[in-house]
C-alpha cells in the first residue's frame, strides 16, 4: 500500500467540458443552470470521497463562447448552495482579482467557510479575456503582468483582512456584557499601490484560518506568483515529461519562498474516459465528436489562440510558424501551440482536440488502464493527483466514481473514507497561523 495518496478535485462544468456535452442523450441541456444537477453532480462527488469540487467562472461572453460560459451560475452563490447539500466535499469558486474589491471576497469566502465548516477554497484568477474591462466600465484590461502585481497585493489584503480578529476574540460573555475582547481585534489599515483598505473585517476569522487559496498560472510570472502563494495548483500538460518539469520547478520556487513544498499541491487536469474496452472508452469520444459543427471548433480555437483569425489559412496545414503574442491566457495558448507542434496536427484536427478539454490530457481505457496511467504520473513526481474534467456529465463521472476509483483505493492510492471534515484535512494542509505584522490594535 502507497503511503502517499493522490488529491482529487472535479471540475463541474455545466454539461461537461466537451462543447458538444450539452446536445449528448445523456446529459441535461440545461445543466448549465440547473441546480438540481448540479446537487446530483456534487453528491457523485461526495460519494467518491473526493478531495473537492471546483467552479469555473468568466466576466465576459461572444457568440463564439463555449456553451458552458455562455450561460452559467454565479460561482460563490453555487458553492454556497451546494455546501449546505453536503458534507464533506470541498467547495471551490474562482474569483477574480482585477474585477473585485478584497473587502468584498474576504467577506464572501469567509462566510462560505463559516456555512461549509471549513470546506471552502478560493481560485484565484487575474482573468484573461480582454472583453472583461467592458463590463467594469474600463477603457482597456490591464497587461498581463501588470493583472499579477494586482493579485499579489490583493491577496496580501485579503489575508489581513481574514486575521482580523483573533480565533479567540468573540467572547461573548453574558454575564458580563463583553461580547470581544479589544485586545484581540485588529485593523490591518493597509496602504499601497493599488489598494487601500481600513479594515477590519465584519466576519471573525474563517474555519480554516483561510480557505484554501488555489492558481492555474502557467506563465512565468503566474508560476511565480503560484509558488508564493498557492497551496493548489492547477495545471495542464500532455506528457509526463513536461508535467515532471513543472512539478519540480514549482516545488523549488516554492522553497525559495521558504514555503514547505509538500504544502504546494500540484493538480494537472485530466480527462478520463472509461469504457470495457480502450476501444469502447474511444467510440465513446468519437460519439461526441460527431456532435460538434466544425465551425464552432474553429472558433473556440481562435479563441484560445489569443483571436487568430484560424479561417485566414488552410484548415488542413499545421499552425504558421510565428503565432502573435497575445494578453490573454498566454500559458493555456502555449501549450495548445505545443501540442499541435509536437503532434503536428493540422488546424482542424487541433480545433477538434481544443473542443474536447481544452488542452488537458486525454485518457482512455478500462478502469485499470485508466488507473495505470493516473499512478505513472503521480508516483513518478509528476503530479500530486488530479483535476478531473468530464467531457459530460453525469454519466461519464459516475463511471469514472463506481469503477476507476475502487482500482486505486485497492491500489492504497486514494482514500476509502474521509478522515477529516475540513478542506485542508482532506489536502493535508496547515492552518495558517495567525499574523499580527502589519495590523493595528484598536483603540480601547
Not at 457523485?44 to 457568440?63: A, C, P, Q, Y
Not at 513526481?381 to 453525469?394: H, I, K, R, S, V
Request: with cysteine.
Amino acid at each position: 500500500m502507497s503511503e502517499r495518496q493522490m488529491n482529487l478535485g472535479v471540475f463541474l462544468m455545466g454539461s461537461g467540458h466537451h462543447i458538444a456535452a450539452w446536445r449528448h442523450p445523456n446529459t441535461p441541456q440545461d445543466g448549465f443552470e440547473n441546480i438540481d444537477f448540479y446537487k446530483e453532480l456534487a453528491e457523485i462527488s461526495e460519494r467518491g470521497k473526493l478531495d473537492m469540487l471546483f467552479i469555473s467562472d468568466g466576466l465576459s461572453i461572444t457568440e463564439e463562447s463555449h456553451p458552458s460560459e455562455l450561460i452559467r451560475l454565479e460561482p460563490l452563490t453555487l458553492i454556497s448552495h451546494l455546501a449546505g447539500v453536503t458534507e464533506k466535499i470541498g467547495v471551490v469558486a474562482t474569483a477574480s482579482t482585477t474585477y473585485n474589491e478584497p473587502f468584498n471576497l474576504a467577506r464572501k469566502f469567509a462566510s462560505i467557510d463559516h456555512i461549509s465548516k471549513g470546506r471552502a477554497g478560493w481560485n484565484i484568477v487575474t482573468s484573461y479575456y480582454e472583453n472583461d474591462a467592458l463590463n467594469f466600465s474600463l477603457p482597456n484590461h490591464p497587461e498581463h503582468d501588470e493583472r499579477y502585481a494586482i493579485a499579489d497585493e490583493f491577496v496580501e489584503v485579503v489575508k489581513k483582512l481574514w486575521d482580523s480578529w483573533e480565533e479567540d476574540a468573540l467572547t461573548r460573555n453574558k454575564e458580563k456584557g463583553i461580547y470581544f475582547d479589544k485586545n484581540k481585534l485588529h485593523i490591518p489599515n493597509h496602504k499601497g499601490k493599488y489598494f487601500n483598505v481600513r479594515g477590519p473585517l465584519n466576519a471573525s476569522r474563517p474555519t480554516q484560518g483561510y480557505p484554501v487559496l488555489i492558481q492555474a498560472g502557467s506563465s512565468s510570472r503566474g508560476k511565480a506568483f503560484a509558488a508564493k502563494t498557492a497551496e493548489v495548483i492547477f495545471t495542464a500538460q500532455q506528457t509526463i515529461e513536461e508535467a515532471q518539469h513543472f512539478y519540480h520547478d514549482i516545488k523549488n520556487a516554492a522553497k525559495e519562498y521558504g514555503r514547505d513544498p509538500n504544502h504546494v499541491k500540484v493538480l494537472p487536469g485530466v480527462s478520463p474516459i472509461v469504457g470495457r474496452t480502450r476501444e469502447e472508452a474511444l467510440e465513446k469520444f468519437e460519439e461526441l465528436q460527431d456532435l460538434l459543427p466544425e465551425d464552432i471548433a474553429l472558433a473556440f480555437l481562435s479563441d484560445y489562440l489569443g483571436g487568430l483569425d484560424v479561417y485566414q489559412f488552410d484548415l488542413d496545414s499545421e499552425l504558421p510558424e510565428v503565432i502573435p503574442v497575445t494578453n490573454g491566457n498566454q500559458s493555456r495558448r502555449q501549450l495548445i501551440i505545443d501540442q499541435a507542434r509536437r503532434e503536428k496536427l493540422t488546424i482542424r484536427q487541433l480545433a477538434k482536440k481544443v473542443a474536447g478539454a481544452r488542452g488537458h490530457r486525454f485518457i482512455f481505457g478500462t478502469p485499470e488502464e485508466i488507473a495505470d496511467q493516473m499512478q505513472e504520473w503521480f508516483e513518478n513526481e509528476a503530479c500530486d493527483g488530479y483535476n478531473l474534467l468530464f467531457p459530460y456529465y453525469p454519466t461519464m463521472f459516475e463511471e469514472f466514481v463506481d469503477q476507476v476509483i475502487p482500482v486505486l483505493q485497492e491500489r492504497g492510492l486514494f482514500r476509502k473514507e474521509y478522515t477529516g471534515n475540513t478542506l485542508r484535512e482532506h489536502l493535508g494542509l496547515p492552518i495558517p497561523q495567525f499574523r499580527t505584522d502589519s495590523l493595528v490594535k484598536t483603540d480601547k
